[in-house]
């Protein structure tokens, strides 16, 4: 079964940025079109940036211009890198397929200070 980690998360003020990183136990990310989600305080999880299979990367509008997604197929890692940070980017920030496929991590923390 294949196991995610999400790390690199932390209190930062606004403007300031972070990197976040998704550690895999297998070779997902070659294969599946992986993405970044997030779940603020009292509102559903979802899905803020992916990248596929080739590359390829979309984001929510919300964080398009700031937000950059990549990945380390050989290092199965994928990374978030957040610059620019709101104090509205205050979550909990997950990885997975865009499908939800494998077993959800623990998330890591990501608060933004005004």
């Known amino acids: 079964q294949v196991q995610l980690a999400e790390s690199g998360g932390g209190l930062v003020q606004a403007g300031g940025s972070l990197r976040l990183s998704c550690a895999a136990s297998?070779?997902?990310?070659?294969?599946?079109?992986m993405g970044w989600y997030r779940q603020a305080p009292g509102k559903q999880r979802e899905l803020v940036a992916y990248?596929?299979?080739?590359?390829?990367?979309d984001y929510v509008l919300s964080v398009q211009g700031r937000f950059t997604i990549s990945r380390d197929v050989g290092k199965n890692t994928m990374y978030l890198q957040m610059n620019s940070l709101k104090p509205e980017d205050r979550a909990v920030y997950y990885c997975?397929?865009?499908?939800?496929?494998?077993?959800w991590g623990q998330g890591t923390q990501v608060t933004v200070s005004s």
């Open positions: 997975n397929t865009i499908k939800g496929d494998y077993p």
């Open positions: 990248i596929t299979t080739d590359g390829r990367t």
């Open positions: 297998g070779s997902i990310f070659a294969v599946n079109v």
